[in-house]
DNA sequence: TTCCAAGGCGCC
DNA sequence: AAAGGGCGCCTTGGAA
């Protein structure tokens, strides 16, 4: 009876709208959404109303307009019905008839004249503009909510944005696509043309732009230094139509996005690049990501305005003069233009701004939904424009010499770099999957038996410490610090004890009644005045696994030991835990990771220094192998066939730091090689250079065939807390860490951390005095620099408090350490891009992690990819190292990433 | 129901 | 008075 596959043999489509009230009835089919529609048969129905709603999940979309109904991707529907009715709940009757399509993927059916509104649980998103998350509202309205009417801020908004609507020529057809790329391609070929998409079906918190969203309309507005691209009466910015069946009007701009040679500017690349691609379309022409433009021009924008497009062209700062037109129309966000509140019921407009999925937007406000997407293009051609005017402005110091502009830098670095990251994030990483869901179950086991531990332990004080969550950091703090004084508002204590509301376990059952969902329970300080010398910002006692795990003052004996075992395993609950839900899980989501297996984790440019960071998932964060207890890195593979290569820096931020403060020491202690701290630690402590030149203790050995063991002791053992805090210190000292914090580390006095910070400054003397011009360049320029010449700017030091002020000389001591190191990964990530050597033999890379670079490639060419890996990277100035200092790298191959380290 | 800040923790 | 730089993201619990 059912057809599969074809839908030649649809012919006509019955439409159920089904009231929520009212689901009992009729169908048979129970689902808390309001309403629900699908294909249906005429035959059978309540027999059929489950596979009849397993169908309809899978239609993409059904959309409404006006008074149409709109589904599109019919085709996805595999058991279609032969005859149908058109019906609504109120009883009226619809026929209709559909004329299938030969190109099924644009099929759209339309059915007129039903009155009804509707609401989807519809994830949507604009084109992600910006490091700021400006996501449209999910909507699952039920009884179309009354809407508070609009905002004068909102009137005036749409008013200035309608003015746009004469310049935008709407490209909804195949032909006057094809006029268009004509002129795009040919006429217009040599402007700088600013790109933007709109974008539904995504949730960008969620998943990767990889094989996700479906772009819905976009916009390109051309332009060269004088004059504006004219498609006719006075149309100069293009919006294409790409929603119910426009996917070959999409299809037809392939010639322009993939023309190498046509200058494109986006603002965030990477989103519009991906979800374009997802059409099988490869962009090429990268010209510029005015995102990344602005966090060259100026990196500290967390605050004011952020790098969203509407943030950067509404700052006069960034816009400098303004054109008239887009002083009237600057940018405004999705919800001042398309957002309403509810009407609450004492008749009060709502706080919380509601808005459409954007693809009804662009159905049911569409002249407003035009301008709002075409002037994104506008503004993205008019903020590359002022972007590099700014940069071309500013010169470039290149490691202390003049080299030409920002500009010039961005051209050289950042644009071939942003093109590369675009190529990683789609590259992406394979994970086992199988793999981790064998581990969660240990993970969870394990989870299981520590709170065990925990709970029987501390219900013999606190009797409801039985059904606490040991993951909420407020009951902690109320078991073992319960009365406690508040360290910075004097007054304030916790309670001594407190009622806490948990979800029920099922273990408390109220008599006659349903299980109650929740529970009360009592928690009450099970120990007197605990010390604790760990607070956190706002004052309380900290409660993180470091402040629990020193806690001593249960006592000795018996006692005072099974505290301390709960405690550890306490401590152990709160590490699993966050290993399950930070790694374990979220690799395993389906949201992340598509169909191939492979996880794409979005790479950005967006940190004060110029690290890159990584996000949804972050990869960067995966445990070390030292702490990694379920190995989880086991789970990121090589495809069959294939390896990874994954190569590190040894101390690069430190060989930056004596390159930087040519600091002879620095510099002759890595020219000797070994290691490094050992080193420091001689250098640092007489007794142990007297030991090394009476060859009582060797600095390093390298064992010799036959030797099992060196013939002296090893300086890392003779003096292992010597060689420690040396390391310690290594580590610290860019970080412009404190005497006080230090002594808090150590335990030991302020005076006694003073003095080993003098003896690691004792032959380092260009560190301090580089430190000085650092903080000097912060306080007079509100800029420091990092090797290849980016700033980082600062805050006036002025008009800061001291605790700020603190802060700023200590980033200003790091940034230029961190950004220089940054800046070397990148240009090492470049030369392993262009090297033809490693892609003829296909390898590529896969991901960065600050010092560390992944590739994945043939498993046969791994050693001789990796010997080139390994010189590119030690050698990472198109062939050469500009540094005073040798760049140590470190590399192995292996099936997975846990292996290859 | 949804949003937000705080606290915590993973990495380099 | 506080006193290590740079990230992303999890859970909680209270507020809207």
């Known amino acids: 009876m059912w057809h599969s596959g074809s839908i030649s043999h649809i012919r006509n489509v019955l439409i159920v709208r089904q009231d929520y009230s009212h689901s009992s009835s009729g169908l048979g089919v129970t689902d808390n959404s309001a309403f629900k529609i ?12 489950q596979e009849w709603l397993e169908e309809s999940k899978r239609i993409s979309s059904i959309k409404t307009r006006n008074n149409e109904f709109f589904i599109t991707n019919l085709w996805k529907i595999t058991k279609v ?29 339309k059915i007129s004249k039903v009155e009804t509104s509707m609401q989807f649980d519809d994830k949507a998103r604009d084109g992600y503009d910006g490091d700021e998350h400006e996501c449209t509202a999910k909507n699952t309205v039920q009884d179309s909510p009354a809407k508070a009417p609009m905002s004068k801020e909102s009137k005036d908004a749409r008013k200035a944005l309608a003015t746009v609507y004469d310049k935008v020529l709407v490209v909804d057809n195949v032909k006057s696509a094809r006029s268009v790329v004509q002129l795009l391609t040919s006429k217009y070929k040599n402007f700088i043309h600013a790109c933007d998409t709109e974008v539904a079906n995504i949730d960008v918190k969620q998943e990767t732009p990889v094989s ?4 819905i309309c976009f916009s390109i507005y ?22 119910d069946g426009g996917r070959d009007v999409l299809m037809e701009f392939a010639p322009f996005f993939e023309d190498p040679s046509i200058r494109k500017v986006w603002h965030n690349y990477s989103f519009d690049s991906h979800v374009i691609e997802n059409y099988g379309i490869k962009v090429a022409g990268f010209h510029a990501d005015t995102m990344h433009l602005a966090r060259l021009w100026d990196s500290s924008r967390r605050i004011d305005g952020g790098y969203s497009l509407e943030g950067l062209t509404n700052d006069h700062r960034v816009m400098g003069v303004v054109p008239k037109e887009l002083q009237k129309i600057g940018k405004r966000s999705m919800k001042t233009i398309f957002g309403w509140k509810k009407i609450k019921k004492d008749g009060s407009a709502g706080k919380i701004i509601s808005m459409e999925p954007v693809e009804v937007l662009q159905r049911d406000d569409r002249e407003m939904w035009i301008c709002y997407s075409s002037l994104d293009s506008m503004s993205t051609l008019r903020l590359y424009e002022s972007l590099k005017s700014k940069l071309e402005k500013k010169h470039w110091t290149f490691d202390g010499c003049p080299r030409g502009s920002m500009y010039d830098f961005y051209e050289e670095y950042w644009r071939p770099f942003g093109a590369l990251l675009v190529k990683m994030e789609t590259a992406g990483m394979l994970v086992d999957r199988g793999y981790l869901s064998e581990i969660e179950k240990v993970a969870v086991a394990q989870r299981k038996l520590a709170a065990d531990k925990f709970r029987k332990w501390a219900s013999k004080y606190c009797p409801d410490a039985k059904y606490m969550n040991v993951n909420s950091d ?3 703090r109320q078991l073992f610090f319960g009365g406690i004084e508040n360290r910075c508002k004097p007054g304030e204590t916790l309670p001594k004890s407190r009622t806490i509301k948990v979800p029920n376990d099922g273990s408390l059952i109220a008599e006659g009644k349903k299980t109650p969902k929740y529970r009360t329970i009592e928690l009450f300080s099970i120990v007197e005045d605990l010390k604790t010398d760990l607070f956190t910002a706002s004052g309380w006692p900290s409660v993180s696994g470091d402040a629990l795990r020193s806690l001593a003052a249960f006592g000795g004996g018996k006692k005072g030991k099974e505290a301390c075992h709960a405690i550890a395993a306490l401590c152990e609950i709160c590490s699993i835990d966050s290993l399950i839900s930070n790694f374990i899980l979220p690799l395993q989501g389906n949201h992340i990771s598509c169909d191939e297996g492979r996880i794409h ?24 192998l030292e702490k990694d207890r379920y190995k989880i890195r086991q789970a990121f593979v090589a495809a069959p066939g294939n390896s990874l290569i994954v190569a590190d820096y040894g101390q690069l931020e430190l060989r930056i730091l004596a390159h930087l403060a040519s600091c002879k020491s620095m510099l002759d202690a890595f020219k000797a090689g070994g290691d490094f701290h050992s080193r420091t630690a001689m250098n640092m402590y007489q007794h142990i250079r007297d030991a090394v030149e009476e ?8 064992p010799q065939p036959g030797q099992e063991k060196p013939p002296v002791p090893l300086l890392k053992d003779a003096f292992g807390a010597e060689r420690r805090k040396a390391k310690m210190l290594n580590f610290s000292i860019a970080y412009g860490k404190t005497p006080v914090g230090l002594a808090r580390d150590w335990k030991v006095s302020v005076k006694e951390a003073k003095d080993t910070l003098k003896l690691w400054y004792r032959d380092r003397k260009e560190v301090l005095a580089w430190q000085m011009k650092q903080k000097e360049l912060a306080q007079e320029k509100c800029e420091v620099y990092t090797l290849l010449g980016r700033s980082r700017r600062f805050p006036n030091m002025a008009h800061a408090t001291s605790g700020q002020r603190g802060h700023i000389e200590r980033a200003a001591i790091n940034a230029p350490v961190q950004g220089s190191a940054a800046d070397v990964a990148m240009c090492a990530m470049l030369e392993i891009d262009r090297n033809a050597r490693l892609k003829e033999l296909g390898w590529r890379l896969l991901l960065q992690v600050h010092d560390e670079v992944i590739l994945e490639g043939p498993t046969e060419s791994a050693d001789l990819a990796k010997s080139i890996v390994v010189e590119c990277m030690s050698k990472p100035f198109y062939g050469t190292n500009i540094l005073n200092v040798e760049l140590a790298v470190d590399a192995k191959c292996a ?5 290859a380290k």
């Not at 699908?38 to 109303?49: K, M, P």
């Not at 009715?85 to 059916?109: F, N, R, Y």
């Not at 099936?895 to 292996?899: F, K, L, S, T």
């Open 38 to 49: 699908g294909v249906y048969t005429n035959f059978n129905v309540q027999s059929n109303a």
């Open 601 to 624: 984790c979005s790479l950005n440019i967006n940190t004060e220094t110029g690290r890159l960071s990584a996000r949804t998932p972050n990869l960067q964060n995966q445990p070390a």
């Open 474 to 476: 407020t009951q902690i």
């Open 895 to 899: 099936q997975n990433w846990y292996a």
């Open 212 to 215: 996700h969203g479906e772009v």
């Open 222 to 243: 051309s332009g060269n230094s004088d004059a504006e691209a004219d498609f006719g009466n006075g149309k100069t910015c293009i919006w294409v139509d790409v929603l």
């Open 81 to 109: 019905p032969t005859i149908l009715h058109c019906t609504m709940s109120s009883g009226s009757e619809l026929k209709t008839q559909w004329q299938p399509d030969s190109k099924i993927d644009a099929s759209v059916l």
């Open 695 to 702: 060859k009582k203790v060797l600095l390093e050995w390298h």
